[in-house]
């Protein structure tokens, strides 16, 4: 197997003195799409802002591409190609539509590159073209979900992070955004998904983990996920 | 008709009575214990009978009784402002630049020193604009920057001599060293916490200078600081420069456009580039500006610094034009001040933040002749203002004409 895109070590993090993750190891390789589900509060978003350094590591380390990247600041990763699509969207209210997509290249400099990359996104998902000078605040969910993933897109990533996409959401949305996620990932971006909708989830991706109060109890490909009787009894209601 | 009337009388009646139950206790107890109700009762009756016009207006406006006259009023509402569309937004600027220009010929001493005072607070409102309204910090001490301009250059000048347009540039950096200063320790909090710990940072820089005798000379302030000057070339008798003093209130008043002008220009450019984008970004959601490559540290420190520097400048004016500094000029109502003048005209709104600085100096100004209810008044009027526009005067555009797009 290729060398890991991702490798998170044995990772600690806490809020205060509430210990969120009590050493998380996974791995990510190239090309994937991998799944993280689990209850509530069991650490997967923190698993992702941990991440992308926005809560710090205590203990354990981060590699990507093969370069330890615990401690970097955050805004240091989207130009490494890591990006995260954030859970509850966190689309810029009161910006436009474009404005919000030119901030996803915020690192980048070439003007025509960037101007290209926005008629890309558009031609994906031409609702955004439509609003294109409407604010981002008044969007329907969905459209905000597709907003939230052509921002990050724009950012030309090798691995997005993605929190919680169909949080929110009807479940119509819900199978849409999962179409467009298996499309970016067939166009060679690799994708951590941490979904609660873990059917749908693990339909999608290849390989699964699965959270338990911050540590991982379970790791499989996302088809012996989905048959298990532990799985299916758990996270999937049955 | 009437029940239009009967849905708007209950809350107008209520109203005028809560108005007479607080207006009472302000204008009728007198500090030597006695009561007196005629008084209050006069105001009352006048604000009541106002109040009535306008619902009464209202109500008929709303029932469709006064269509005679609002439809054609809508009608050529709609082709002026059409017709002023027209006119390309640069002729616009045109027209006001030239009035400004020409305005200390066409006015007395009174008007001119009105008008220094609105482009003082223009730059000051336009500083401050960078920090609340674009990076969406709320700052209660920012006056204090606008100290540091004006110590600067009162110090420099009366210690060393140095002149006002050589001191501007290091009031700039002074103010802005000031914002660094307090920025680096403090832009780690957010919201209310940052709001208080820059509301104690202006009166700790207020009280050092009141109380640095040695260096600020305390309450009793600074004295005798130079007016703005200019060195002529002059040819009498030989080449040789000449000292010019700009004491006359209308030179002064071209320094102070000169000064607004540029923060004009300077904040609009600012507010459009990649750096304004990324303050916006800050302000809307940090984190996921974060998570978007945005430095908001450091964007967060550029955007006290930047704010700080107009301030410094506008300081700077300050302390030549009065040619005198004390610290009851930095107290926290002049922070408020700016602050209701930024909200009022709309926050990230270049011409609405103009025209607040306007509304809260003119108003002022006119109201002066009921001196007493002057500021009831316009605590009255801002507070009918955050009800039915508050987004401000004139709310900062959101179409996304911003950048190269100039399709539609």
């Known amino acids: 197997m290729a060398a890991p895109l991702l490798e998170l070590q044995d990772v600690h993090a806490s809020y205060g003195s509430i210990k969120a993750l009590k050493g998380i190891s996974l791995t990510v390789y190239p090309g994937e799409i991998v799944a993280m589900i689990g209850a509530n509060g069991a650490g997967k978003s923190t698993t992702l802002m941990t991440i992308c350094g926005i809560v710090p590591v205590q203990q354990g380390d981060i590699f990507y591409r093969g370069t330890s990247i615990k401690g970097t600041p955050p805004e240091t990763l989207p130009p490494l190609g890591l990006c995260q699509v954030p859970e509850g969207r966190r689309i810029f209210p009161r910006l436009t539509v474009r404005e919000n997509l030119e901030l996803g290249a915020f690192y980048r400099r070439e ?30 969910g969905g459209e905000q979900q597709m907003l939230a993933i052509a921002r990050a897109l724009m950012s030309r990533p090798k691995l997005l992070l993605m929190d919680e996409p169909s949080l929110g959401l009807a479940p119509k949305i819900v199978q849409k955004i999962f179409d467009i996620i298996a499309e970016i990932n067939k166009e060679g971006t690799t994708i ?47 | 008709m009437i029940r239009e009337c009967k849905k708007v009388l209950k809350p107008f009646v209520l109203g005028l009575l809560w108005l007479l139950a607080l207006l009472w206790p302000l204008l009728g107890i007198h500090p030597d214990g006695t009561l007196s109700f005629a008084n209050a009762f006069q105001v009352w009756l006048y604000i009541a009978a106002v109040a009535f016009v306008c619902v009464f207006l209202y109500v008929l406006n709303k029932s469709g009784n006064l269509d005679f006259a609002a439809r054609p009023a809508a009608v050529l509402r709609d082709r002026v402002s059409e017709a002023a569309g027209r006119i390309p937004s640069k002729a616009w600027i045109g027209l006001l630049l030239g009035f400004a220009l020409i305005y200390p010929q066409i006015t007395g001493r009174y008007e001119q020193d009105v008008a220094i005072n609105v482009l003082i607070y223009v730059c000051l409102g336009l500083g401050l604009n960078i920090v609340i309204g674009l990076a969406g910090m709320l700052d209660l001490g920012y006056i204090a920057f606008y100290g540091v301009g004006a110590y600067s250059y009162a110090l420099l000048n009366t210690n060393f001599g140095i002149s006002f347009w050589f ?242």
């Open chain 1, 111 to 140: 003007r025509t590159a960037i101007d290209r990359d926005i008629d890309q996104a558009y031609s994906f998902f031409p609702i955004l073209k439509e609003r294109r000078n409407q604010q981002g605040g008044t969007l329907s």
């Open chain 2, 167 to 408: 001191s501007l540039p290091f009031a700039a950096v002074l103010a802005a060293i000031a914002g660094c200063i307090i920025g680096y320790p403090t832009l780690r909090m957010r919201g209310d916490y940052l709001a208080i710990v820059t509301l104690g940072f202006g009166e700790i820089v207020r009280l050092i200078l009141n109380n640095w005798m040695t260096l600020t000379n305390g309450p009793n302030g600074i004295l005798g600081i130079d007016p703005p000057s200019f060195y002529f070339l002059s040819f009498d008798g030989g080449l040789s420069f000449e000292h010019l003093y700009l004491k006359k209130l209308h030179y002064l008043y071209y320094i102070a456009l000169f000064l607004a002008v540029f923060t004009i220009i300077a904040v609009r450019r600012l507010n459009f580039s990649r750096i304004g984008r990324a303050w916006e970004s800050i302000r809307e959601d940090e984190t996921a500006a974060e998570l978007m490559g945005v430095n908001t540290f450091l964007l967060k420190l550029l955007a006290y610094a930047m704010g700080a520097v107009f301030a410094g400048l506008a300081g700077a004016f300050f302390s030549a034009r009065m040619r005198f500094v004390s610290p009851e000029s930095f107290t926290f109502l002049e922070s408020a001040l700016v602050l209701a003048m930024v909200v009022l005209g709309g926050m990230a709104s270049i011409p609405g933040i103009i025209l607040g600085v306007m509304a809260l100096i003119v108003l002022p100004e006119v109201f002066r002749e009921f001196e007493l209810y002057r500021m009831l008044a316009v605590g009255g009027a801002m507070t009918v203002m955050m009800v039915f526009k508050p987004r401000g005067l004139i709310p900062a555009k959101r179409v996304g004409t911003r950048s190269e797009e100039k399709e539609g």
């Open chain 1, 192 to 238: 951590l998904l941490v979904e609660q909708n873990a059917n749908l989830a693990l339909q999608t991706a290849q390989r699964g983990y699965v959270l338990e109060t911050g540590a991982i109890s379970m790791e499989d490909q996302a088809a012996t996920l989905l048959d298990n009787p532990d799985i299916r009894k758990a996270y999937l209601g049955e």
